[in-house]
Structure formats: C-alpha cells, structure tokens
C-alpha cells in the first residue's frame, strides 16, 4: 500500500517539503475526526445496502472505523503530516486496521464531497455548544433583571441622558439581541442541512448510490440538488461566521458599556478583583481587560467573515484548494466567539453595581423633561410640540438659573403657562417616569416583570 493512498501512481516524484508544508492541513482539521468517520460509517453502510460493495466488506469497514474512532477518542493516534489531511490520515489509519478492504471505501465517493460533508456536521456539531453558551448568557443577564427591576439608571441616546429606565430594562435589551443571536443560528443550521454526500469530485457518479440513505444517516433533512455546486458551496461557512460575526458585534458593545461604566468617571460598576487586571506601573489602576478583549477579539471574528467572502469571490466551479483554508477561518472564529461569550457570562455574574451613582446620574440630568411634556399635551390640550417648545423653554430657564427642573416652584413653573399644577411637578420625578412607561416593552417595572417572564419562558 502507499503511504498516502491519494497519492497517483502516474505522479514520478513526492511533494517537495515545501509543497508539503503549504498543502498539509492536518494540524487544522483533526479537529472533525468524528464528523469523517460518522460520514465514512454513512457512505460505507449505503455501498452495502446497495450492494456496490459486499455486506461483509461493509462490516469489515464499518467496525475498522469504529475502532479507529475509539483509538482517536483516546488519545492513542499521532496524525501524521505527510498524509496531508484528516480523510487521508483516517483512510490510512483503515488499511493499517482492515488491510486492503480499506480501499473500497472511497468507492463513489471523492475528498470533495467528503470534505464539505464533514464540514456541515462539524458546524452542526459545535452550534449546539455555541447555543448554549448563548443561553447562559442570557441566564445570567436575566438573573441580574430580576434584582433589578426598581433600580435607576440613565437610558443614553448620542451617550447623553436621554430619559431614567431601569437596569433589568437594560439588560433585557440584551437579552433580545442574544435571542436573535439564536434564532439566526437555528437558521443557519437549517439552511446548511442538506448533505452533500454522493456528489463526488463535481459530477455525480456512476454506481447506484442512494444518496436519500446517506442523507438520513446523517440526520440532514434532504441530499444537495446539484453536485457542482454542493463540492463548492461554503455559503453555509459564511453564514455561519456571519453569526458569530453579529454575536461579536453584540458582545463588543456590550463591553463597550462594562468599559465605560467601569470608568472613574461613570462609577456605575465595580468588576470583581479576579475580572481586573493591575498595571505594571501605576499600583491604584484597576482595569478592566477581559472586556477590552472581548471588544477586541470581534475585529478578527468579522475580519475572518470578510476572509472567507475575499476566497469564495474568485473561484470558479467548483473545488479549489483555496477552499481548504475555510477551516482555519471558521475555527478560530468559533473559539474566540466562545471564549468571549464565557468571558461575558462570567462578567455578568460577578459585577455589582454603584445603585447610588447610577441614580445620582439621572437625578442631575433633566432626564423627565419629555414626562413634563407629555403631562401637558395630555392635561392642558396643547399638541405635543407646543409642549415641547414650551418645556424647551422652562429648561432654558432652569439652566439660566443654575436649577434643575425639578428644582423649579409652582410659581416659576405657572409664569410659563397657568394651567401647570402640582401634578404636573410630579411628573419630573424619577420614579414616577419609569413607573408611567407601562407601554408594552417599555421600562415600568410591571412591564419588566411581565418581560422577565416571557424571557424566561422563552429562553431558558
Ligand atoms: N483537505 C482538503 C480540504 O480541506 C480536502 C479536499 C481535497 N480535495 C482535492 N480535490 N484535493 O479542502
């Protein structure tokens, strides 16, 4: 047998070393050794029923790859770089176990369709961890909204205090984006779940293969329409790094505020001690580095989206070993996307927060003048921008007077329109603000209450 059994009789030389070094890919995509065995146990199983091999060279494979996938599983196989990639190093692994039989089971089958079988699975596999990694998230942004349904921060809009919500508001904001987070992936994965096994190098095949039994071992919902396009279609690896890419946005703006209200001069959080690190110069800083690389790790994320989309751009039909690079593209995306969202659940769980401050910070920021507003239009018949010309107004009085406008009196208030009352001064309270934004999802606590429900119900 030859060493790499891929390797054609009519080629006179070995590869160089260095043709070695740039085709290897072992080092990478070890990484779906289960996902090539579980789609050789499928392929191997249909040549039987199908009787393009016999019912006793199928078992002979199909126990040899079992053992094979028991040798890997523990540890006991040192994949060898010479034999290029995963398929061969496992197909090699098979002659050494069965012995020439090994040989028939590549049988209507290439490296193409067997690469980009393994690939889906391997994806499919691991969205199921990322999911999860997603929900606990989400878990610990929900244990936070619940404690926090009557504590008061500033809602921002351009970064300026745009109007008090509460913190449990703020984070089911979150809670929101990671469920569409999920939902896209659930998307993803249903769009990429048709096998592609049985499509050979491009053409299709000439022995009678049963594709729909391939297709169901695999539990994929239907085999691919078109065998060209199957063996070069990674639209299934970019929609996948668009997900993760979409998660890591999310992540860096989230990191983003954990950065900023960690800051000195917001003072809403104190991370734990074991989520900072110190400086090696200035003994008071504390900061606030697992966040600054969450932000930071989604530049590569998104930078690997765009790598992928710039390889796709220039093949023709249809494979290219360009191609082989999209493990290494997708892989390490899916590692940071998972590191970062542990990070984030870990920062989630273990910050508290500066109540006091926070509420301090909408306290001296105007922050109900659009309440005031609204208690005009809906008590002294005035359209929404005569009060809010009018508020306009009595602000820029209040500035002029060095006051904030729940420090003006009735008297001041009623030189600006007479039918203003006390009521009218309630509204420039905090709580009375939050309490009256009972639209559905909006920040009252009641309303929260009634989301933190739906979330839980929904999401955990
Ligand atoms: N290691 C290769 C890859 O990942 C497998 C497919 C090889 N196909 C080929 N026609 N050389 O893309």
């Not at 249903?190 to 039994?213: C, H, M, Q, Y």
């Amino acid at each position: 047998m030859k060493k790499n059994p891929s390797r054609n009789t009519h080629l006179k030389k070995s590869p160089s070393k260095l043709l070695e070094s740039i085709n290897n890919s072992i080092d990478i995509d070890q990484r779906m050794y289960k996902e090539d065995i579980e789609g050789s146990i499928a392929h191997a199983t249909m040549l039987g029923k199908q009787k393009i091999i016999s019912k006793k060279d199928q078992t002979k494979i199909v126990n040899g790859l079992k053992i094979i996938l028991q040798k890997i599983n523990s540890g006991k196989i040192h994949f060898k770089s010479e034999l290029e990639d995963i398929h061969m190093n496992i197909e090699s692994l098979l002659f050494k176990q069965i012995g020439e039989t090994a040989g028939k089971l590549h049988t209507a089958r290439s490296r193409n369709d067997q690469v980009v079988t393994d690939f889906k699975l391997w994806i499919r596999n691991n969205s199921i961890n990322l999911d999860k990694h997603l929900q606990n998230l989400q878990k610990s942004l929900i244990n936070v909204a619940k404690k926090n349904t009557s504590t008061v921060m500033p809602g921002y809009t351009h970064l300026q205090v745009a109007q008090p919500i509460s913190l449990a508001h703020h984070c089911l904001a979150y809670i929101e984006m990671m469920g569409r987070d999920r939902s896209r992936l659930k998307d993803c994965i249903e769009r990429l779940n048709e096998s592609p096994l049985g499509s050979g190098a491009l053409a299709g095949t000439s022995f009678p293969i049963d594709r729909n039994l391939t297709s169901k071992l695999l539990k994929f919902s239907k085999p691919t329409a078109n065998a060209l396009d199957s063996v070069s279609d990674r639209d299934f690896a970019v929609e996948f790094l668009f997900v993760i890419s979409l998660i890591s946005t999310h992540l860096s703006r989230m990191a983003d505020e954990i950065i900023l209200w960690s800051n000195q001069q917001f003072n809403f959080i104190n991370l734990p001690d074991e989520l900072a690190t110190g400086s090696s110069i200035m003994p008071q800083k504390k900061n606030p580095d697992g966040a600054e690389l969450v932000r930071g790790k989604a530049s590569g994320i998104i930078s690997n989206l765009n790598g992928l989309l710039v390889i796709l751009k220039g093949l023709p039909l249809a494979y290219s070993k360009d191609l082989q690079d999209d493990k290494k593209i997708v892989f390490s995306a899916f590692d940071d996307t998972c590191l970062t969202l542990e990070v984030m659940t870990e920062i989630w769980s273990k910050v508290s927060f500066n109540k006091g401050i926070m509420n301090d910070a909408v306290n001296n920021s105007n922050a109900t003048a659009t309440d005031f507003a609204n208690w005009l239009v809906q008590h002294i018949e005035l359209s929404f921008r005569e009060a809010y010309q009018l508020t306009g107004r009595i602000v820029a009085h209040a500035n002029k007077n060095n006051k904030k406008l729940d420090q003006l009196s009735l008297e001041e208030l009623q030189k600006f329109n007479n039918k203003i009352t006390e009521d009218a001064q309630k509204t420039l309270s905090i709580n009375e603000s939050i309490k009256n934004k009972n639209s559905f999802g909006g920040t009252s606590p009641q309303r929260v209450k009634q989301s933190i429900k739906y979330a839980i119900k929904k999401y955990l």
